[in-house]
């Protein structure tokens, strides 16, 4: 089942501006990870902000985590061109036993950033 | 440019072939994933192996069987599929267990299915 669900589905912006967007999940999690991915290609991980976080850095990134909202976001300041892509949020899924965990993300938002 | 690969990036086959995906990371990890992503839909996780053991079939068709002879390949064998099975199939590894685990994808493999 679906648990990540960004907000908005798309997101058109002029250069230079900044970009939120949001994302909210349904149960607990252990972290919760952004990821970008440019078309048809795969994804490349942005950042992760553990449970415990409520707003982490990096670079023109910033992520912010309400656990008690079930709610994060991801800004991007300063945007240029090559931001362009979708970005996912994911959350861990916590298995029994310890086992590998898999990521459950959500189905994006497009951004795309006007020149 | 990420430390995991896939092959081929491609494919085209059809309902009555057998095909398989190949996908290696030299990132010394220990745990690795197939993904499905179709249009429209969130990404799918398929399977996840840990220390070469299936930890996870996340209640995927028979005609998918997926192969991990050692913790830096994974095949995706591919028998019989439909055409809702077009999709792009993504792998990924992670170093290994227990939740705070960053993935690493590999480019994916276009798959149509005629």
């Known amino acids: 089942s679906q648990q990540g669900e960004e907000d908005p589905q798309a997101l058109s912006i002029q250069e230079g501006e900044n970009a939120t967007m949001n994302c909210s999940y349904k149960?607990?999690?252990?972290?919760l990870q952004w990821y970008r991915q440019n078309s048809g290609r795969g994804l490349v991980h942005l950042i992760l902000i553990r449970s415990n976080e409520r707003e982490k850095h990096s670079g023109r990134l910033r992520v912010t985590l309400d656990t008690s909202k079930k709610s994060s976001s991801l800004l991007i300041t300063a945007s240029r061109a090559a931001d362009t892509a979708s970005y996912f949020c994911?959350?861990?899924?916590?298995?029994?036993?310890?086992?590998?965990?898999?990521?459950?993300f959500g189905k994006g938002t497009h951004l795309i950033i006007q020149p | 440019e990420t430390g995991v690969t896939q092959t081929p990036r491609h494919l085209v086959m059809g309902m009555t072939n057998k095909k398989s995906l190949k996908c290696e990371q030299h990132?010394?990890?220990?745990?690795m994933y197939w993904y499905k992503q179709s249009a429209k839909k969130p990404l799918e996780l398929m399977f996840v192996y840990n220390f070469k053991e299936q930890t996870e079939n996340n209640s995927v068709p028979s005609r998918f069987s997926p192969e991990c002879p050692n913790s830096s390949h994974l095949f995706l064998h591919l028998h019989t599929l439909q055409p809702e099975d077009s999709a792009l199939y993504l792998c990924?590894?992670?170093?290994?267990?227990?939740?705070?685990?960053?993935?690493?994808f590999g480019p994916g493999t276009r798959l149509l299915v005629l």
């Open positions: 990132l010394g990890h220990n745990a």
């Open positions: 990924a590894s992670s170093p290994r267990t227990s939740g705070i685990e960053t993935q690493y």
């Open positions: 149960t607990s999690i252990n972290n």
């Open positions: 994911a959350t861990v899924l916590l298995y029994s036993g310890g086992g590998a965990d898999g990521l459950t």
